[in-house]
């Protein structure tokens, strides 16, 4: 697999996949998505890969934003198709990913950047994080499914003053309206996040996977529906007979 935006790594069943363009704040451009979109292929088929932290390089920058130079000579069918081919071949990939995708926001996290961190599974923040979805002063909105995910996070009211100001929350309003669930040192964010891994790495993959797609289903006519037949399929799985063995005989399940 070869990457030319992106650092790999993986230890201890955690991949990090670190977008490395410091000079330009990380932006996501065309080769980004093409990486991010071969680099979770490598997640879902990977077997020695069992939860991933994605994160910026530097200390400045998570993702700051889109490459806006992609975007000047595109007209409204050139506009969807960018957007379509980053929703498909990443955003939405990521989302549903079958094994927990947590991001490490160090710094700027506006427009793509925003939204890369929402469709992972949660998100962890610096003291100097930012976030926001800035697009609105450029004549444009939200592509990477912003709207979207920004309201399901935060709620309509907010999500629409964000969009609609481009005001930028930092790392404790990000919190304070469930943005992210913790706020770190930057020192410390990696760490936390693998503190957080290491536990969740220890649990079932098959209930994992289930619970990912089941909250990914939440507030829609399915949902209920979604978690019903997740959870009977989990019975008779040779994870559950295991995780039930060994609560009845007071030891710590070993699921592989």
């Given at each position: 697999m070869e990457l030319n935006t992106l650092l790999f790594s993986v230890e201890n069943g955690i991949a990090t996949i670190t977008i490395n363009r410091p000079d330009k704040m990380n932006a996501l451009n065309k080769e980004v998505i093409a990486d991010l979109s071969s680099a979770f292929d490598e997640v879902y088929t990977n077997k020695e890969i069992k939860s991933v932290i994605l994160t910026g390089a530097g200390q400045k920058a998570f993702v700051a934003g889109a490459d806006i130079t992609e975007f000047i000579e595109l007209d409204a069918a050139g506009g969807a198709n960018i957007a379509r081919i980053g929703q498909e071949n990443v955003f939405n990939k990521i989302e549903n990913c079958p094994k927990?995708?947590?991001?490490a926001v160090n710094g700027f996290a506006l427009g793509g950047g925003c939204e890369l961190a929402m469709c992972c599974h949660f998100r962890l923040a610096s003291e100097n994080a930012k976030f926001g979805q800035p697009e609105v002063n450029l004549g444009l909105i939200p592509g990477y499914g912003g709207t979207q995910?920004?309201?399901?996070?935060?709620?309509?009211?907010?999500?629409?003053?964000?969009?609609m100001t481009a005001q930028i929350a930092d790392a404790n309003e990000a919190l304070a309206i469930g943005l992210v669930n913790h706020v770190t040192t930057l020192d410390a964010l990696?760490?936390?996040?693998?503190?957080?891994?290491?536990i969740i790495n220890t649990k079932s993959p098959m209930a994992l996977s289930k619970i990912i797609a089941c909250v990914n289903k939440a507030?829609?006519?399915d949902g209920f529906e979604t978690e019903i037949n997740q959870f009977g399929e989990c019975f008779g799985t040779p994870e559950m007979k295991e995780g039930v063995s060994a609560f009845l005989e007071k030891r710590k399940a070993n699921f592989g």
């Amino acid at each position: 697999m070869e990457l030319n935006t992106l650092l790999f790594s993986v230890e201890n069943g955690i991949a990090t996949i670190t977008i490395n363009r410091p000079d330009k704040m990380n932006a996501l451009n065309k080769e980004v998505i093409a990486d991010l979109s071969s680099a979770f292929d490598e997640v879902y088929t990977n077997k020695e890969i069992k939860s991933v932290i994605l994160t910026g390089a530097g200390q400045k920058a998570f993702v700051a934003g889109a490459d806006i130079t992609e975007f000047i000579e595109l007209d409204a069918a050139g506009g969807a198709n960018i957007a379509r081919i980053g929703q498909e071949n990443v955003f939405n990939k990521i989302e549903n990913c079958p094994k927990p995708v947590v991001a490490a926001v160090n710094g700027f996290a506006l427009g793509g950047g925003c939204e890369l961190a929402m469709c992972c599974h949660f998100r962890l923040a610096s003291e100097n994080a930012k976030f926001g979805q800035p697009e609105v002063n450029l004549g444009l909105i939200p592509g990477y499914g912003g709207t979207q995910r920004l309201t399901q996070l935060v709620g309509k009211g907010k999500a629409m003053e964000m969009c609609m100001t481009a005001q930028i929350a930092d790392a404790n309003e990000a919190l304070a309206i469930g943005l992210v669930n913790h706020v770190t040192t930057l020192d410390a964010l990696l760490q936390k996040a693998t503190d957080i891994l290491t536990i969740i790495n220890t649990k079932s993959p098959m209930a994992l996977s289930k619970i990912i797609a089941c909250v990914n289903k939440a507030g829609k006519a399915d949902g209920f529906e979604t978690e019903i037949n997740q959870f009977g399929e989990c019975f008779g799985t040779p994870e559950m007979k295991e995780g039930v063995s060994a609560f009845l005989e007071k030891r710590k399940a070993n699921f592989g």
